[in-house]
């Protein structure tokens, strides 16, 4: 089945720990991208990347780190989370080269940052 | 910069009523435009799109025209159901000539509907 995952999907953390979220997509997508979705604010985008060992800063890269080594995988670092990170965080991809621009969502990550 | 707006809500409706939320949109060049749709405790999940002017997408039951000379997408549904009810997402794409600037979300708009 063509998906995109992440993990984990809730996560409660403290200020200044360090913690990776997982994003795999099985489908071969050049493009991915993370985004966090706030209320009253919708979706933003947080970092993207056009392939692998590219990545780019979206609208709301501070305090964020991403990286690309793999085709299938992108993760979304924070190096010292802060309360104002706590957030509904999306994983997304796509293939813009294969004509497609339709992005699909990963199942979201919760994070509580304390 | 691109940007999206749409009505918020929440749109309470009852059963079988007629839909209509808003979408607008200010963009360079020729973006594609999408309706994603949210239901609770759930991700995104691409609902319509068109890519082009005059395009219609469509999809269990929902509509969308892309609108270039009113720069709109409005969602359309004739008769809604209980199982219908979801936040909504308007949004359209960046990409231009290889770039990629991701997809512009409008803030969402919550539809409620009653039995």
């Known amino acids: 089945e063509a998906q995109v995952t992440q993990n984990p999907r809730y996560l409660i953390t403290v200020t200044g720990k360090k913690l990776t979220v997982t994003c795999s997509q099985n489908?071969?997508?050049?493009?991915m991208s993370w985004y966090r979705q706030d209320p009253g604010l919708g979706l933003r985008q947080i970092y993207y990347s056009m392939n692998v060992e590219v990545t780019d800063k979206g609208d709301v890269p501070e305090g964020y780190k991403v990286s690309r080594k793999e085709k299938r995988n992108f993760p979304l670092i924070l190096e010292s989370p802060s309360p104002n990170q706590t957030s509904l965080y999306f994983c997304a991809s796509s293939s813009p080269l294969s004509g497609t621009d339709t992005q699909y969502f990963g199942p979201g990550t919760r994070l509580t940052v304390l | 910069g691109n940007s999206v707006t749409q009505m918020e809500g929440p749109v309470t409706l009852s059963e079988e009523a007629f839909l209509t939320i808003n979408c607008t949109y200010t963009?360079?060049?020729?973006?594609?435009l999408f309706w994603y749709v949210q239901y609770p405790g759930e991700g995104l999940q691409l609902l319509l799109k068109?890519?082009?002017?005059?395009d219609k997408g469509s999809n269990k039951g929902f509509e969308a025209t892309y609108r270039k000379e009113t720069t709109s997408f409005h969602l359309e549904k004739g008769s809604v159901q209980v199982s219908d009810s979801a936040v909504y997402f308007c949004a359209l794409n960046g990409y231009s000539g290889g770039g990629a600037d991701g997809l512009t979300f409008g803030k969402g708009t919550h539809l409620i509907i009653q039995p």
């Open positions: 963009a360079t060049g020729y973006p594609s």
């Open positions: 489908m071969n997508h050049e493009y």
């Open positions: 068109a890519t082009k002017a005059d």
